[in-house]
């Protein structure tokens, strides 16, 4: 499994870099229209720069990370050994389901129909990897698997809330539940780190997912990728 390890990085790195400069793109864009008196006519011919996630894109993904943890919760309480990993699953199926409940009724508030991305597909892909990864331990072995899995996918969400739900959500209302759920996925990743009687140098291939996450952050805070990003902007106007 080790060397399988820095494929699935490397691969989900590139797509990060390309989610992050695509968006650098799009911001780099809107700056040159507002510094331009008069804006070239936009070529149709060619393919329009990838957008920002909208509200509805925002709201599925967040719903997406939800049910994916619930699921795995699911498992983690049937085929968890360690009193502790199965009360930490139901937690997790208890608390995840109520958040997408309460997103799932402000979707139907606002009349927003939650729209499937690149990014929440990549997320049910991740996560058929990991619960297959999980599927084939039992014992301690599973338990350690599974926590490690934790550990790894709220840190990733809570930079996904930080860095990307939160600060490109729209509407006051979803911003509000993203900004209000965000103590309990805290509360979720400390708790993970320390239940008790689980082997903690046992790991499992970090979740897809979660590797996309943190990578799109990282990527984006990098100043090669912002000078990238002037480059193409600059190549645009000349």
Not at 28 to 53: E, F, G, I, L, N
Request: charged share 20%; net charge neutral.
């Amino acid at each position: 499994m080790s060397s399988i390890v820095p494929v699935v990085r490397t691969t989900i790195g590139i797509v990060a870099a390309l989610f992050a400069l695509a968006a650098c793109a799009k911001k780099d864009t809107a700056a040159d229209t507002t510094a331009t008196t008069a804006a070239p006519p936009v070529d149709t011919a060619k393919p329009a720069a990838a957008a920002a996630p909208n509200d509805a894109q925002i709201a599925h993904v967040a719903v997406t990370a939800n049910s994916i943890d619930s699921a795995a919760g699911v498992m983690a309480k049937n085929k968890g050994s360690a009193k502790a990993v199965k009360d930490f699953a139901q937690t997790m199926i208890t608390d995840h389901g109520a958040v997408n409940k309460q997103a799932v009724a402000l979707a139907t508030k606002l009349n927003v129909t939650p729209e499937d991305t690149d990014i929440s597909r990549q997320l049910k892909s991740g996560a058929d990897q990991s619960q297959a990864n999980l599927q084939g331990l039992t014992g301690a072995a599973f338990d350690s698997a599974y926590i490690a899995h934790e550990v790894d996918y709220h840190q990733a969400v809570l930079d996904a809330l930080d860095k990307t739900l939160v600060p490109g959500a729209q509407n006051a209302e979803l911003k509000g539940l993203l900004e209000k759920v965000r103590p309990d996925i805290t509360a979720h990743l400390e708790r993970a780190k320390s239940v008790p009687g689980v082997a903690r140098e046992e790991v499992i291939q970090p979740h897809p997912a979660a590797v996309l996450f943190t990578l799109s952050a990282w990527v984006w805070s990098r100043p090669v990728f912002r000078a990238a990003c002037r480059d193409r902007s600059g190549g645009r106007r000349a």
